[in-house]
T-cell receptor, first 109, second 114 residues
């Protein structure tokens, strides 16, 4: 994920709100995906943005600004089970997803 | 709902051996992608197929080959295995070729090369 930048680690407490930021290259951009991955398991699709603005899905929301090459994933009412790695992935022309290095979120009680 | 199926889930091989990983996409998904994820790394795209034809190629070594069959399942063939090939191999599927199509990942095959 050389063109995608996101924080390596974040910590938060149960019930809190956390925002995970992601910046990406803007050339050839065709959509921004967020996946959740627990250690040793498959990435699970969370959200997709192709137009500017906020997409809300229950406790999870994702925002995109194409002009700034910027996205964030917002997690509300954090639960212990939300402890995982969150991968920002850019859809490029073609079919491959280009993943960021992932942000490891640790939720404590 | 049916998900992507991968087999085997775990595989242990010796150096220089060969391995075949299988992927069965979600029903009615015609596009399959292969990714490699090393320890502590992000998934790296290897190759993809649409309607049984290779559609895109990433960082797949020449020692690896893959194909998609008439029933849309795909196989990743790996030869002359090296220690560095030890990784999780994920298959994902989607309903089409558009780069905006959501890719759904299988549980992965954990390959260990000794």
């Amino acid at each position: 994920g050389q063109n995608i930048d996101q924080p390596t680690e974040m910590t938060a407490t149960e019930g809190a709100i956390v925002q995970i930021n992601c910046t990406y290259q803007t050339s050839g951009f065709n959509g921004l995906f967020w996946y959740q991955q627990h250690a040793g398991e498959a990435p699970t699709f969370l959200s997709y943005n192709v137009l500017d603005g906020l997409e809300e899905k229950g406790r999870f929301s994702s925002f995109l600004s194409r002009s700034k090459g910027y996205s964030y994933l917002l997690l509300k009412e954090l639960q212990m089970k939300d402890s995982a790695s969150y991968l920002c992935a850019e859809g490029q022309a073609g079919t491959a997803l280009i993943f960021g290095k992932g942000t490891t979120l640790s939720v404590s009680s | 709902a049916a998900g992507v199926i991968q087999s085997p889930r775990h595989l242990i091989k010796e150096k220089r051996e060969t391995a075949t990983l299988k992927c069965y996409p979600i029903p009615r998904h015609d596009t399959v992608y292969w990714y490699q994820q090393g320890p502590g790394q992000d998934p790296q795209f290897l190759i993809s197929f649409y309607e049984k034809m290779q559609s895109d190629k990433g960082s797949i070594p020449d020692r690896f080959s893959a194909q998609q069959f008439s029933d849309y399942h795909s196989e990743l063939n790996m030869s002359s295995l090296e220690l560095g090939d030890s990784a999780l191999y994920f298959c994902a599927s989607s309903t089409g070729l558009a780069d905006t199509d959501t890719q759904y990942f299988g549980p992965g095959t954990r390959l260990t090369v000794l």
